[in-house]
């Protein structure tokens, strides 16, 4: 069969930075096509030119047989190509069915959609409601919707992009089920994931690109995990290596019998939390989106107060009635989910999206005044260490990765020596070069003396860091076991809500 597309040549420039350098690629109708790369090597501007979302500087798009420009994502649409970003397009104020119908070209399109979401998201194993608010919806069940819009079109040609990097394993397990029978139906999917067992499981070949060009193509079953890395960055890649500590100090962070009310219809309240992590050790917490994470983040970071000023004490002194600027002076960082938006700022530069939240523990202002020179060095000091892929500290926050973006976050936190550091899904979104980064990162600040808390549904993660691991459901936290002691089985009765809580 003739490809279902052919990419020849395509070139993209933007100021000061090559994305796309003669980009060719073939993908075959049925087909699951992976696209490899780093953080920043061009893969993310290739798929939005093939969805209309940037036009190409130089090249061909060849569609069915016929070269076609596609001027607009409406244009891509109508052609049967779909799309799902990393980042989610959703208006946080509308309904799940609203927004999926912003989407929809006519009213005739939009007839019984309330119906065809509950039909299509339950078929495919991605439940949503289509009543529900977007606020108040976790970041797992807003990539639902994003994967759910697309599927409603019946494309020819499906993108995705890292569509699983908020999924647990089993969402994640039945995503690749329903992708597997929509290439078996006619449906071609272009798949990128620095996730790479998962690569080597689902997709059948794979382009890899390096600083925008493309550098090898391969089958994925046919190389392992390494292999792939090493292609991806172009070096030996070597995993940090696990690590078990003895943990002997007093407690860091100690909170007590949190509870917490839902502040909105559809969230998760906070049922008799508690637990501790001591100086050096690092306290992996697992569940399924929507669990309670987000509410927890919010209460240990301060934006969320406790009912109690002794719920939450950092080196014994008690901050559940501190707000994050008073945390954060007695050595409190974080590192929130959501990094567009709520870790950073997008139109604001990285040098002041640094001043943000470093600002007391960097001592960044003086007599009311930013101290830029101090600000900048720390931005730059963080692009350096933790090898962001950015054009200075003056870029803007949305100029940047998501995985580059990530890094600068995290680095930011770590420069600013914390006494405790609270981190949600820390490697989101990231290739597997810069997940080592941050993981060493997050080792070496706890071998520092640091208390860490990382949240994350990855349990691959939370396996290679965490010393001790613990699992919200509906709200309760389980008693936190040794990682060594902790088997996959007993972590998944514990997501699931099965098995007993503390």
């Known amino acids: 069969m003739p490809p279902l597309v052919e990419l020849a040549g395509i070139t993209k420039r933007f100021p000061g930075c090559l994305a796309n350098d003669s980009v060719s690629l073939t993908i075959a109708p049925r087909q699951i096509h992976a696209l490899l790369g780093e953080n920043g090597a061009g893969k993310s501007t290739l798929v939005k030119i093939i969805s209309g979302v940037l036009h190409q500087d130089a090249g061909q798009i060849i569609w069915c047989g016929t070269e076609v420009t596609i001027r607009d994502p409406a244009h891509a649409r109508a052609l049967g190509i779909g799309m799902v970003f990393q980042h989610f397009s959703l208006f946080e104020a509308l309904t799940v069915a609203e927004n999926i119908a912003l989407g929809l070209g006519t009213a005739r399109e939009r007839v019984g959609l309330r119906d065809r979401i509950i039909a299509v998201s339950l078929s495919y194993g991605l439940p949503v409601d289509p009543d529900r608010v977007v606020h108040d919806l ?96 172009g070096r030996d890649f070597l995993p940090p290596a696990s690590r078990r500590v003895s943990v002997t100090g007093a407690p860091r962070l100690v909170v007590e019998h949190l509870s917490l009310a839902a502040t909105n219809p559809f969230g998760t309240a906070l049922r008799d939390v508690s637990f501790s992590v001591a100086g050096g050790e690092i306290l992996g917490i697992a569940g399924i989106a929507g669990n309670g994470q987000g509410e927890l983040m919010d209460a240990l970071s301060g934006e969320i107060l406790a009912p109690a000023a002794d719920a939450i004490r950092l080196d014994a002194t008690p901050i559940g009635k501190t707000g994050p600027h008073g945390r954060r002076r007695l050595g409190g960082c974080f590192v929130p989910e959501e990094r567009n938006g709520h870790g950073a700022v997008a139109g604001m530069s990285l040098a002041e999206n640094f001043f943000l939240s470093g600002q007391l523990r960097g001592v960044l202002a003086r007599f009311g005044l930013i101290r830029r020179a101090r600000t900048t060095d720390f931005a730059d000091r963080v692009i350096s260490r933790f090898d962001v892929r950015a054009s200075g500290t003056m870029a803007e ?106």
């Open 138 to 233: 976790s970041v797992g069940e807003r990539q639902r919707i994003e994967i759910v819009r697309c599927l409603l079109r019946n494309p020819k040609l499906l993108i995705m992009d890292e569509p699983t990097s908020v999924l647990t394993p089993l969402e994640a397990e039945t995503l690749f089920a329903t992708l597997r029978r929509l290439a078996s139906e006619g449906c071609s999917i272009l798949y990128i994931s620095h996730k790479l067992d998962e690569v080597r499981a689902l997709c059948d070949v794979a382009t890899i690109m390096r600083q925008g060009r493309v550098v090898a193509h391969c089958v994925p079953r046919e190389k392992t995990t390494s292999e792939l890395a090493s292609l991806m960055i």
């Open 397 to 502: 926050a949305k100029s940047l990765s998501g995985g580059n973006l990530q890094k600068f976050l995290v680095g930011r936190e770590m420069l600013l020596d914390p006494a405790v550091l609270v981190v949600s899904q820390p490697s989101w979104g990231v290739d597997a070069s810069a997940a080592q980064a941050i993981h060493q990162a997050i080792l070496a600040l706890a071998a520092s003396g640091a208390a860490i808390v990382v949240i994350s549904q990855d349990l691959d993660e939370i396996m290679l860091l965490a010393d001790r691991i613990a699992v919200i459901a509906a709200g309760l936290l389980s008693d936190p076991v040794p990682v060594a002691e902790a088997t996959r089985e007993q972590i998944g009765l514990l997501m699931g809500g099965v098995a007993s809580h503390a």
